[in-house]
């Protein structure tokens, strides 16, 4: 199940930081720690001072400083939903590289729709600094067919993801039940735990109920969304307990 997620413990919950300065980002982190997630996602291209890896790291080492939850790094291209970044591509994977060696962060996420050779750098670099490598595939437009879903986790796996993550866009109801359904494949297809969700408020099922289907963890809002369709922790983790309540041999 990863060095992260316990079977019995499903689903864990992920809490966005999406700060742009420094204050911000502390002040974000001050308040999702009272609310006990676990695991924190630093989505790193919302953070105006990117281009400083003085600043990033700074940043990184505040966060550990204050909390021993798992410290997932995540620079999301703008081709799947992140912020616009004055880095390019090449800077980015250096940066992220350079996190992998220089940090104590727990995970960082790439997605495999990048170049195969800057994929294949960052999950090298990655593993070679013991940390867990999340590969990931973003749809904001609609949700692909299965065959296309099962396909890009299968990429994932070519490259020894760690953890493989797809997130898409439903359009109608079906999207949403055709994503649990992969889910439940990809469960049973790979020993990497899988993560999935639907997205926007269409979606919302699949953040609240996608661990029965075998998605290991779910997105839940600390202060501001990072992605469409985000539930706040709070409500989130309520609605999990109850459906464990009603459902205790699941």
């Known amino acids: 199940m990863g060095q992260f997620f316990d079977q019995t413990k499903l689903p864990y919950i992920c809490t966005p930081l999406t700060g742009k300065t420094t204050t911000q980002l502390l002040e974000q982190l001050d308040n999702i720690l009272e609310k006990e997630p676990d695991m924190i996602e630093w989505r790193a291209d919302f953070f ?42 090449a800077e980015k994977v250096s940066l992220l590289c350079n996190v992998c060696k220089e940090t104590n962060v727990d995970l960082i996420d790439y997605e ?65 039940f055709r994503l649990l359904e992969v889910t439940r494949i990809l469960d049973d297809m790979f020993e990497q735990p899988i993560i999935t969700m639907s997205m926007g408020e269409l979606g919302a099922l699949s953040r609240i109920n996608g661990w029965l289907y075998g998605s290991v ?28 309540q009603l459902m205790p041999n699941w």
């Open 112 to 176: 495999t729709s990048n170049d195969k050779k800057d994929v294949e750098l960052v999950v090298k670099t990655a593993k070679k600094h013991d940390k867990q490598i999340v590969l990931s595939f973003h749809h904001f437009e609609h949700t692909p067919s299965e065959d296309e879903l099962i396909e890009r986790a299968k990429n994932a796996a070519k490259f020894h993801a760690d953890i493989i993550k797809l997130a898409v866009m439903p359009e109608e109801k079906e999207d949403v």
């Open 217 to 244: 963890l779910t997105f839940a809002v600390g202060i501001e969304q990072s992605a469409p369709g985000q539930i706040a922790i709070e409500p989130l983790r309520e609605a999990i307990w109850n459906t464990k």
């Open 48 to 89: 105006e001072h990117l281009y400083n890896e003085a600043d990033v790291f700074s940043i990184i080492k505040a966060i550990k400083e204050k909390s021993t939850i798992p410290l997932l790094f995540t620079i999301r291209s703008i081709h799947e939903g992140g912020e616009t970044i004055s880095l390019t591509e």
